[in-house]
Nanobody
Framework: QVQLVESGGGLVQAGGSLRLSCAAS????????MGWFRQAPGKEREFVAS????????YYADSVKGRFTISRDNVKNTVYLQMNSLKPEDTAVYYC?????????????????WGQGTQVTVSS
């Protein structure tokens, strides 16, 4: 079993920044592909970013490309999402997820483990 705990969410004004963290335990972190997803009220959960096991491969949703950066620290067993130039439409619950596959994927259903989520609210 893999446990994931997100932190770093909050309320920020449009144009501001936040950094989300997700601490993993229960399995060797470097064997996990990691992803960030988000879900706004009344909408389906959607892909935000993903990163390979050693951090070499990253993918981003078009809506966040150039504003968000995913990274990981395999010593601290943590994955990060740096969010800059935030917009009101970025408001959502953000979830960290772990995929046992070595592939860096974007589909919600392929991820095996999920955190509880952290709320990000961007005011206009």
């Amino acid at each position: 079993q893999v446990q994931l705990v997100e932190s770093g969410g909050g309320l920020v004004q449009a144009g501001g920044s936040l950094r989300l963290s997700c601490a993993a335990s229960g399995r060797t972190f470097s064997t996990l592909t990691m992803g960030w997803f988000r879900q706004a009220p009344g909408k389906e959960r959607e892909f935000v970013a993903s990163i390979g096991r050693i951090g070499g491969n990253t993918y981003y949703a078009d809506s966040v490309k150039g504003r968000f950066t995913i990274s990981r620290d395999n010593v601290k067993n943590t994955v990060y999402l740096q969010m800059n130039s935030l917009k009101p439409e970025d408001t959502a619950v953000y979830y960290c997820a772990a995929d046992l596959s070595m592939l860096v994927r974007t589909a919600v259903h392929v991820y095996d483990y999920w955190g509880q989520g952290t709320q990000v609210t961007v005011s206009s």
